[in-house]
T-cell receptor, first 111, second 114 residues
């Protein structure tokens, strides 16, 4: 069964304190792994798509990496405006176009 | 402005009273999808559609119906709502041939079934 697990559930950082969020996945074959950011009361916003192990993508203070079993979202020198819930999702190559989301990591960056 | 719209944004109803939540996108996207979001369970896909007249089940389709008669619209129908369908619902859409397969999400519909 396709599955996505994110850790930690919640993370509090001081402004400038770098850290990483983890997304472990189990799929029969990976079509793509996706990272989204969700602010309270709003719909998720797209951040990155990764397709193969070894791939990396960067955007401002965020960097996403992918291995055959997990993905990391590295946050470098975070600011309070980076506070949000970060969601990871996968799409498998099993003949469907379903998305499986993890339960997210709630990030709070303190000034 | 490119967007996904949902209506209504908030709805309180009673058990068994049929309701429809509308979803519309103006980006000519082939792929549309419905999700529900519940505390501790995350975002779960209900149904998705690859194009007009093509729909398929997600992980939690029980109790829901969808239709895709036009490319821009993808309504979610609850024929006999029950309290366990109280949730925050999101519609999303995307192109199928973009390199990143980015999904654009609507603002959400908060549904309470009494």
């Amino acid at each position: 069964e396709d599955q996505v697990t994110q850790s930690p559930e919640a993370l509090r950082l001081q402004e400038g304190e770098s850290s990483s969020l983890n997304c472990s996945y189990t799929v029969s074959g990976l079509r793509g792994l996706f990272w989204y950011r969700q602010d309270p009361g709003k719909g998720p916003e797209f951040l990155f798509t990764l397709y193969s192990a070894g791939e990396e993508k960067e955007k401002e203070r965020l960097k996403a990496t992918l291995t055959k079993k997990e993905s990391f979202l590295h946050i470098t020198a975070p600011k309070p405006e980076d506070s949000a819930t970060y969601l990871c999702a996968v799409q498998a190559t099993s003949g469907t176009y379903k998305y499986i989301f993890g339960t997210g990591t709630r990030l709070k960056v303190l000034a | 402005e490119a967007q996904v719209t949902q209506n209504p944004r908030y709805l309180i109803t009673v058990t068994g009273k049929k309701l429809t939540v509308t979803c519309s996108q103006n980006m000519n996207h082939e792929y549309m999808s419905w999700y529900r979001q519940d505390p501790g369970l995350g975002l779960r896909q209900i149904y998705y559609s690859m194009n007009v007249e093509v729909t398929d089940k997600g992980d939690v389709p029980e109790g829901y119906k969808v239709s895709r008669k036009e490319k821009r619209n993808f309504p979610l129908i609850l024929e006999s709502p029950s309290p366990n369908q109280t949730s925050l619902y999101f519609c999303a859409s995307s192109l199928l041939d973009r390199p990143d397969n980015e999904q654009f999400f609507g603002p959400g519909t908060r549904l309470t079934v009494l």
